[in-house]
């Protein structure tokens, strides 16, 4: 008789586009899953990275929302969202999560560009995310989520000044990150806990990853720090990911070690 005997691998979660308008972001998932294809088996990171653990990519998290950016208003930020009764599009996908949701940095208010939406979870985008990542948590070993622009590496919190109970490995590693990083072209990145770094902001999905157990949970805001801001020309994407691929894989080689 057979014995089938499923080997779960352990993954890391790689997420891009939440935000429509952040163009870089959809542009580096799409960077990595070339770069993981075409250097599988030739680079030896890569190659023991895939070998030991799966990458989940989801390209373009805010689908609707990125395709709007395309056709009709290219500094959108939200999904596309409709409920009768208000004239207002859409919520803000990064403060639709159930981590201190809608408690600082999000509005209530529907037509705000930082709308917390009717209930946590309630884009089906994030919602949807929500469950695979809950259904996954036991081999989810890191989410990593990528933003523009400001150049930052955040970790948790932003939903509150209080310190992640794994703060000081979260800084040791995003040192060795943005050391990575900035090892290609020189770019500099700053690192931090989301409310003392950028902004506090609940409803995130780094913030409500960590607090499911996923102790590695990132978010990268990428180039530029605003001299072009959302319209990163065209010349600045493939060094843009080229440097991003670094320290994304600083962050899979670090995690590798620690399963
Ligand atoms: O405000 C955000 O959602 C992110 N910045 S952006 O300019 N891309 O909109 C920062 C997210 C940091 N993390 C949390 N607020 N949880
Ligand atoms: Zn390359
Ligand atoms: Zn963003």
Not at 232 to 237: D, K, M, T, V, Y
Request: charged share 20%; aromatic share 14%.
């Amino acid at each position: 008789k057979h014995l089938l005997t499923f080997v779960t691998k352990n993954a890391i979660f790689l997420d891009c586009g939440i935000h429509a308008r952040e163009w870089i972001a959809p542009a580096f998932c799409q960077w990595f899953v070339k770069e993981a294809l075409s250097t599988y088996g030739s680079d030896s990171q890569m190659t023991s990275l895939l070998d030991q653990m799966d990458v989940y990519v989801l390209p373009v998290f805010n689908i609707d929302g990125y395709d709007y950016t395309h056709k009709s208003n290219r500094m959108w930020r939200k999904t596309r969202s409709r409920k009768s009764g208000s004239s207002c599009i859409g919520a803000d996908p990064n403060r639709n999560w159930n981590a201190g949701w809608c408690t600082i940095g999000a509005s209530s208010n529907p037509c705000s560009d930082t709308f917390c939406g009717y209930s946590p979870e309630s884009e089906i985008e994030v919602k949807n995310v929500a469950d695979f990542i809950r259904r996954n948590k036991s081999i989810i070993k890191a989410y990593l989520t990528i933003h523009s622009y400001s150049q930052l590496l955040l970790f948790p919190y932003s939903y509150t000044f209080q310190l992640a109970a794994h703060h000081s490995e979260l800084v040791s590693m995003m040192s060795g990150a943005s050391a990575a990083l900035r090892s290609l072209y020189g770019t500099s990145y700053t690192s931090g806990p989301g409310a003392a770094t950028i902004y506090p902001a609940a409803g995130g999905s780094d913030d409500w990853a960590y607090d499911l157990g996923v102790k590695y949970s990132y978010t990268f805001e990428l180039r530029d720090t605003g001299r072009y801001g959302f319209l990163l020309p065209e010349s600045q994407i493939k060094p843009t990911c080229e440097e991003t691929m670094l320290a994304v894989k600083y962050i899979a080689a670090y995690v590798q070690k620690n399963l």
